[in-house]
């Protein structure tokens, strides 16, 4: 059997909207983050990210030596606070895209893997609430282990102690004050995660492909990692996904500046649209179905 | 799958067209906003460490502490941008009211921070540990000095 591109969603989403306009997507969205939650790869990495903080500060209570080519490296053994801005400043521009490229780059190229398309599709839920479904739980993923991050490795860092931290204007940030700003360095870096988890899902829906989808999003987050050590213009660099990672720097700085974060909204702010639009304009006008 | 291939090319002609006038345009990386950021924060730095070291407490304002810093190499090259900057910052510290000039290497990046690295008076920067109150060994803070700046 062959699903033509036009018909039959366009019927199916008529149906939709005369029963119920928002609920299917819902429905696909629960159904998505059971798949997601009984995947050996999702718990191995909620389980790391639990664990793996706590590994870190292990490892670094075992030497003398502190990671001094990170900012807040040479700080690790005398402030708590230093410990989660060394690990956020080491890994986030490669760690955040691959956690929710795992999930995302995977979400819709699974279904043409498993060849399992035709079967979804002839359920009661039109294209519309199925792309909206799994997009929707892809950033779910994405949102739950950055904020799981935040947490482990906060808590990680305090257990050593809770003096205060020295910031990167050379002023001494004191416990209270550095615990927000630890907690907002985190979430601030929720804009890019979700650019690179609507990228992924783009590669993943264009391709069809889960190791274009996991791996093609991975290799762009280093490109364009190694893109920033570049001497750019100041608009080339903001443009990049990977930039607005970084824009924490300004929060912890005497007095805090904001520039790169607000760019960061907008740069993100527009890779999170056009790669979703592109997405699903591709998922919407493809024949499923059809001999390949 | 069309689609999709004109979304890759329009993104790779952005991204090449983005890299061709990266090097013609000039930077926000420039003298002024890396010395009004390392001298601020060496001020603050100098402050913790002669309060860690038990001294009397100095104010960041009375040190008056000034930053210069120019671009390594050749007299051709451009002062601007990412690399390795040399940086000299004379201040007043309390007691005799004649300047004392630190020296750093400071590696700037692109995104506005920089690690500075301490390269004399050894008394001042450049060991990485200093002693304290008990003859405690503890971080010498103008030793190594990360500190970011405004690039927008």
Not at chain 1, 13 to 42: D, F, H, Q, S, Y
Not at chain 1, 133 to 156: P, Q
Not at chain 1, 196 to 218: D, E, H, K, P, Q
Request: aromatic share 10%; proline share 6%; charged share 10%.
């Amino acid at each position: 059997m062959s699903l033509a591109a036009d018909r039959w969603p366009a019927y199916a989403e008529r149906e939709a909207a005369v029963r119920k306009p928002a609920g299917g997507t819902l429905v696909v969205w629960r159904v998505e983050l059971m798949k997601l939650a009984g995947k050996i790869l999702v718990r191995g990495m909620t389980v790391l990210a639990v664990i793996g903080p706590f590994m870190v500060v292990e490892f670094l209570n075992l030497q003398s030596a502190t990671p001094g080519d990170t900012p807040f490296g040479q700080w690790v053994h005398t402030s708590g606070f230093a410990i989660p801005m060394t690990i956020l400043g080491f890994g986030a521009q490669w760690i955040l895209p691959a956690i929710t490229a795992v999930v995302a780059g995977d979400i819709y190229s699974a279904d043409d893997h498993f060849g399992t398309w035709k079967t979804i599709l002839t359920r009661s839920r039109s294209r519309g609430e199925l792309f909206a479904g799994k997009f929707l739980a892809a950033v779910t993923f994405a949102v739950f282990m950055l904020l799981l991050l935040t947490v482990t490795d906060l808590i990680a860092g305090l257990l050593p102690g809770r003096e205060p931290v020295v910031g990167l204007g050379g002023q001494l940030v004191p416990a209270g004050h550095a615990t927000w700003l630890v907690l907002a360095s985190y979430l601030s870096d929720l804009p890019p995660l979700l650019g690179f988890t609507a990228l992924a899902v783009l590669l993943s829906v264009a391709s069809r492909n889960s190791v274009v989808g996991i791996g093609g999003t991975v290799a762009i987050a280093v490109l364009f990692q190694i893109v920033t050590l570049a001497n750019m213009p100041e608009w080339g660099q903001q443009a990049l996904l990977s930039t607005p990672f970084m824009a924490w720097h300004g929060f912890w700085t005497a007095p805090a500046f904001y520039g790169p974060f607000l760019w960061g909204l907008v740069t993100c702010g527009a890779w999170f649209a056009v790669c979703g639009l592109a997405a699903w304009l591709v998922f919407r006008r493809r024949t499923i179905g059809a001999a390949s | 799958m069309r689609t999709a291939r004109t979304t890759v090319l329009a993104a790779a002609a952005a991204a090449l067209a983005l890299l061709a006038t990266g090097c013609s345009n000039s930077s926000n990386l420039t003298p002024g906003r890396l010395q009004a950021s390392l001298g601020s924060t060496f001020a603050n730095l100098y402050m913790l460490q002669q309060s860690e070291m038990g001294n009397p407490p100095v104010r960041t304002a009375s040190l008056h502490s000034d930053a210069s810093c120019q671009k390594g190499g050749t007299v051709t090259v451009p002062q601007e941008g990412s690399g390795v900057w040399l940086c000299e910052i004379t201040y007043l510290p309390a007691g005799p009211q004649y300047p004392v000039i630190a020296k750093y290497n400071v590696d700037v990046q692109t995104d506005g921070c920089y690690a500075a690295d301490g390269d004399g008076p050894a008394s001042v920067n450049g060991s990485p540990t200093i002693t304290g109150p008990g003859y405690k060994q503890i971080i010498n803070p103008l030793s190594l000095i990360d500190g970011c700046f405004d690039t927008t």
